[in-house]
Nanobody, 126 residues
Framework: QVQLVESGGGSVQAGGSLRLSCAAS????????MGWFRQAPGKEREGVAY???????LYADSVKGRFTISKDNAKKILYLQMNSLKPEDTDMYYC????????????????????WGQGTQVTVSS
């Protein structure tokens, strides 16, 4: 099956950068879609960025131009490069994989994802 383990979170000052990683293991069939999500206490989970099997990406408006999602297929690692961080980016960040459908692409439907990581905390101070 698929397992996902996030790392790279931490505490930074506004304007700083972090790179999150999500290491994937397991060999179940997948449509190749992976994504990053975030959730703050008392708020709903928010989709941050998706990347599909052919490298197509989708970003939330709040992070577009500041965050970049990428993946290393050989190493099975998903990344989220986070630049120009703002205090409002403070959240627990989760990676997700496999929307469980026969498609090369991602769809903006978070509930389609079959597998989720444990989360990594990002804190941005002003």
């Amino acid at each position: 099956q698929v397992q996902l383990v996030e790392s790279g979170g931490g505490s930074v000052q506004a304007g700083g950068s972090l790179r999150l990683s999500c290491a994937a293991s397991g060999y179940t069939r997948s449509n190749g879609c992976m994504g990053w999500f975030r959730q703050a206490p008392g708020k709903e989970r928010e989709g941050v960025a998706y990347i599909d099997s052919v490298g197509g990406t989708l970003y939330a408006d709040s992070v577009k131009g500041r965050f970049t999602i990428s993946k290393d297929n050989a190493k099975k690692i998903l990344y989220l490069q986070m630049n120009s961080l703002k205090p409002e980016d403070t959240d627990m960040y989760y990676c997700a994989a496999d929307q469980g459908i026969e498609s090369m692409y991602c769809y903006n439907v978070p509930t389609l994802f079959r597998f989720w990581g444990q989360g990594t905390q990002v804190t941005v101070s002003s």
